[in-house]
């Protein structure tokens, strides 16, 4: 079965000295992590994503601050999750579209990616998202 857009919640490690999560490929997120890459620097006016990759999956996780992410389907549903909490990663599989928005100023939004950068596997499209969805 095809994994779906899930919320992970990864164990803390907390003692008196303060936090410490561990991600680990192929354990804490279902992929081997390649590469990674983080969004600072956004605020609640900017919308980035807008796109879906034909073959890379993702774990986002708003290490600093808070941020929402919305999925569209090929229908055009849409779901919207928050990232408000260091240890809570959002795994977004392949061919799914994306929307990343609502930055809090100090929004630090960390993605682990299964694939190296490749620009293009990236659908910036959503008409051609939804072609290549098939529906
Ligand atoms: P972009 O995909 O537009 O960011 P977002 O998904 O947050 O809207 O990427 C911004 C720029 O960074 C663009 O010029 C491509 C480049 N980039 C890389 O070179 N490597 C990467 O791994 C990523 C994610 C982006």
Not at 11 to 36: C, M, S, W, Y
Request: glycine share 6%; hydrophobic share 35%.
């Amino acid at each position: 079965m095809k994994s779906r857009v899930k919320m992970l919640s990864f164990a803390q490690n907390g003692d008196n000295r303060g936090h410490l999560v561990v991600v680990e490929g192929k354990k804490d997120v279902p992929f081997d992590i390649k590469r990674t890459f983080y969004i600072y620097g956004s605020d609640a006016s900017v919308v980035r994503g807008k796109h879906a990759n034909r073959r890379t999956q993702f774990v986002l996780i708003n290490v600093s601050g808070t941020s929402k992410v919305k999925i569209i389907d090929a229908y055009g549903r849409e779901t919207v999750y928050e990232l408000d909490r260091p240890h809570i990663g959002l795994y977004i599989p392949s061919m799914t579209w994306k929307e990343m928005y609502d930055f809090s100023e100090d929004s630090v939004l960390l993605c682990l990616a299964s694939e190296h950068y490749d620009a293009k596997e990236y659908i910036r499209d959503f008409q051609e998202y939804v072609k290549e969805m098939g529906k």
